[in-house]
């Protein structure tokens, strides 16, 4: 088990002093091993021996088996090919595990809540970060079949301030944000929550500090032992999404996506088959 799911196998049942260290492992897993024990403790806020105490607590002996563990795993987030990459039938088995661990997630109530949220709201932003831009590509333009006033920003020369300020309560904004992220989604995250404007965020365990910023926290693991990351994951979780609030706008959003398919066919935008 690789260390990030026994942080979060674990978390629960850490200390809030040896959560806020695993917060910090998790945060700086892609370069973990180029530090010392002590300034991984240093960094999180804490004693050395609270983070030895982590160590232990997720199955390591010490900080030097840590280091061992992380040799054998590409670095976090940076496409890097390991020697004996697993095979395809591995490969599926791990996509397998992320997408059940994903959809289970999504049975705690959070799907509906997100999707009630994007229902009701009188305008719908789509931010999407770095990687997460494709994924916030597909989930705007699936939404933008089920109902109207839905955008997707940043658009190119766009900030994101053009899109945020304005946004209140009777909005909404989902976050699409991975690991790698840019550092100012904390920020992001807090002017929406001050502007009211009801949020969900779409992201990997690695944002699990920044969830609590948000109304919703739709957790897509992507982690794999291939040289990238998978979004294969996520890309069904906005599917999923998608399909909830279709069939939460009803008989409107079928005659949505029924005049929008006319439009297609009568502009010629789709092949008419």
Known sequence: MRIDERIAEKYADLSPQERRAADVLLVHLDDLAIYRAAELAELAGVSKATMSRLFRHLGFDDFTEVRDHLRTLRSHGVPVSLEGAPSLAAHLEQETGNLQKALAGLEDGGLETAAKLIHNAQRVVVLGLRSGYPVALHLRQSLGQARFGVTLAPQPGQALSDELIGLGPK?????????????????????????????????????????????????CPLATDLAFDSYAVAMSVAAVLADRVLDLAGKAGVQRTTMIDASYRSLREIENR
């Open 171 to 219: 909005d909404a904004a989902v976050v699409v944000s991975f690991r790698r992220r840019p550092d100012n989604v904390d920020g992001l995250l807090e002017i929406l929550q001050k502007a009211g404007a009801p949020t969900i965020l779409l992201a990997d365990p690695s944002a699990r500090t920044l969830a609590a910023r948000a109304d919703v926290w739709l957790e």
